[in-house]
């Protein structure tokens, strides 16, 4: 009944929930499971930041300043003010691929084997419409509730923009 399953995650209990049966929907259907994370925009809280800092201390060391320096010129910014975005852009990389890994070994842990992963940027209902179309997905499982912001609960959820912006079926899961 599936070939192509889209399941999208951004850490909350949901997206768990959500990854959970996706991966036994694409064991029981034998079909390939694309985990995505898509990364916000908006500036990362302060004790994000420091989580991320603390938690991807090595990983973080790997990126040295001239990184920062060059992300920052080439988005037209000031150098201190750049650095400090092209710093939270790295850290939110970061948290997408450690996301994505614990995804897939959950969804590999359950039986399911044809695994893809995929990290985007930018407004999640929009990218979740965008990947499921370039992978033909036949289906997308999402949680009912993520960690998006306040604005979110009154401008209608991902869930909902998502299910509303495609063709393609849509579970959500609570």
Do not use: C, W
């Amino acid at each position: 009944m599936f070939k192509t399953i889209l399941v999208a995650t951004d850490g909350s209990d949901h997206a768990k929930r959500a990854v959970g049966l996706a991966a036994d929907l694409a064991k029981k259907y034998q079909a390939k499971l694309v985990a995505l994370h898509v990364m916000g925009n908006d500036p990362l809280p302060d004790e994000d930041r420091h989580l991320v800092e603390v938690e991807f201390a090595d990983e973080i060391k790997k990126f040295p300043a001239a990184v920062a320096d060059n992300q920052a010129h080439s988005i037209g910014v000031p150098t201190l003010v750049g650095q400090h975005r092209a710093k939270d852009e790295i850290l939110r990389q970061l948290i997408g691929k450690h996301l994505l890994q614990l995804a897939e070994k959950e969804i590999r842990e359950s039986g399911a084997s044809d695994v893809v992963t995929v990290l985007e940027k930018g407004d999640p209902a929009a990218n979740i419409v965008k990947v499921a179309a370039e992978n033909n997905a036949d289906l997308i499982v999402l949680g009912s509730r993520g960690l998006g912001n306040l604005g979110e609960l009154f401008l209608g959820g991902v869930s909902n923009k998502v299910s509303h912006g495609t063709d393609i079926n849509v579970l959500i899961v609570k």
